[in-house]
Every structure is written in structure tokens, then in C-alpha cells.
């Protein structure tokens, strides 16, 4: 069964950095688009970044636009995000997501589990 595996969350104060992993268990993920959601308590799933199969184009909420880096290793069949200069409104369950290039989560065919990132002011 094809599976998203996030890692990498934790609690960090505010101004730090933290480096988001989503290991693919299958190799065709490598020509998949993908993404970045979050969800913080009480709000609903929000876009966070998105990146074409072969890394050419990124795409970013505004919110995090210049603090935030989505990037991909296709030979580790591997996504990460890069997140710098972290507040206290970036806390939120982060999920991974394959299938698109888009803001919108409901033309994504994948998702990861979640892992938890709590920015402490």
C-alpha cells in the first residue's frame, strides 16, 4: 500500500527552525506533484506550499512566503519543508500530500498522517 510518512515535528521556540520530512514508500511518487496542508486548533486545513514532480516550480501561501522552503529529493523519494523564522501562528498538524499542483486540497490523491509542529512564544 502506498503510504506518506511525515517527520520531523516537534516544539520549538518562536524565531527557530525546524525541517519537515515526508518519505513516499513508493517509487512512483518521484513523478508526483506535492504539498504542504496544515491544521491548526480550532481552524480549519489550510495550503501551505506546493512543488512540481521535478522541483521547476514551488508555490506558496502567503502566510509563509519567505520563511518557508519546500524542496524534494526524487532519488529519496523524499519531500521536506524548510520552515525559518517560526511564530507562534505557524502551530498546526502539518501534512504531506501527492497527486497536484494546487491551493486546493481536495485534488490531492495522498496524504500523510500529520506531525505536529508547536511554535512556543
Known amino acids: 500500500q502506498v503510504q506518506l510518512v511525515e517527520s520531523g515535528g516537534g516544539l520549538v521556540q518562536a524565531g527557530g527552525s525546524l525541517r519537515l520530512s515526508c518519505a513516499a514508500s513508493?517509487?512512483?511518487?518521484?513523478?508526483?506533484?506535492r504539498g504542504w496542508f496544515r491544521r491548526a486548533p480550532g481552524k480549519e486545513r489550510e495550503f501551505v506550499a506546493a512543488i512540481t514532480w521535478n522541483g521547476g516550480s514551488t508555490y506558496y501561501a502567503d502566510s509563509v512566503k519567505g520563511r518557508f522552503t519546500i524542496s524534494r529529493d526524487n532519488a529519496k523519494n523524499t519531500m521536506y519543508l524548510h520552515m525559518n523564522s517560526l511564530k507562534s501562528e505557524d502551530t498546526a498538524v502539518y501534512y504531506c500530500?501527492?497527486?497536484?499542483?494546487?491551493?486546493?486540497?481536495?485534488?490531492?490523491?495522498?496524504w500523510g498522517q500529520g506531525t505536529q509542529v508547536t511554535v512556543s512564544s
Open positions: 513508493a517509487r512512483t511518487f518521484s513523478g508526483y506533484p
Open positions: 500530500a501527492a497527486g497536484a499542483f494546487s491551493t486546493a486540497a481536495n485534488f490531492y490523491q495522498y
